[in-house]
Structure formats: C-alpha cells, structure tokens
C-alpha cells in the first residue's frame, strides 16, 4: 500500500521552529517529486515548498522564502521541512504530497494537480 505520512507538527509560539518530517511507505522516493502544502481554516491549500528527485532544484512561496528550507533523505526514503522563525500565519495543517518523475530529474512540479499522492496532514499552530 503507497502511502505518505506527515509528522513534527504541533503547538510552537512566534518565532519558534519544527521540522516536519514525510516518510514513505509502499514505494521508494527516488522517483518522485515531493511537495509540501498547507492550508488554513477557511482558506484553500496553497503551495509551501517542493523539491526534485535529484533535490538539486527547489521551489519556496514567497511568504516562507528565507524561513523554510525542504531537503531530501532518500536512504530514508523521508522528506524533511525545517521551518524556522514562524509566524501566526503560518497556522495551518501541513501535508506533503508526490508526483512521479524520472529518476534524477530537476522538475519541480508546482499546481496541486500534479501529485498523485497525499498525506493525511500534521497540524502546526503558532501561537503564543
């Protein structure tokens, strides 16, 4: 069974840090694309970061540009999310999500649409 699990969420207060961490099961990530989304109460979910298979290219939204950085362990067959300096803002639920590329490829898949598969989510809520 594919399946992508989310964890490292939680309750941190303004200007604190949390790495979320995206762990496979079922198939390897080597071949995937992994992106990480958000959304908040009453708003749609919206892209955060994404990262390629080779995880030489890498995309932010501007509102986390400079404050999150996406890796990739592939021996761990784990995405990470390091999320540092957060705001209220950033209150929402997380999830990350893969879209099936070539091996090695430097796409960085962007629209929602792209992945094929999805996490049930982990909460972050910044508050103080």
């Known amino acids: 069974q594919l399946q992508l699990v989310e964890s490292g969420g939680g309750l941190v207060q303004p200007g604190g840090s949390l790495r979320l961490s995206c762990a496979a099961s079922?198939?390897?990530?080597?071949?995937?694309?992994i992106g990480w989304f958000r959304r908040a109460p009453g708003m749609e979910r919206e892209g955060v970061s994404c990262?390629?298979?080779?995880?030489?290219?890498?995309n932010y939204a501007d509102s986390v540009k400079g404050r999150f950085t996406i890796s990739r362990d592939n021996a761990k067959n784990t995405v990470y999310l390091q999320m540092n300096s957060l705001k209220p803002e950033d209150t929402a639920v997380y999830y990350c999500?893969?879209?099936?590329?070539?091996?090695?490829?430097?796409?960085?898949?962007?629209?929602?649409?792209?992945?094929?598969?999805w996490g049930q989510g982990t909460q972050v809520t910044v508050s103080s």
């Open positions: 990262i390629s298979s080779s995880g030489g290219s890498t």
């Open positions: 999500a893969a879209d099936s590329v070539p091996l090695n490829s430097d796409y960085v898949p962007t629209l929602k649409i792209e992945y094929d598969y």
């Open positions: 079922g198939f390897t990530l080597d071949y995937y694309a």
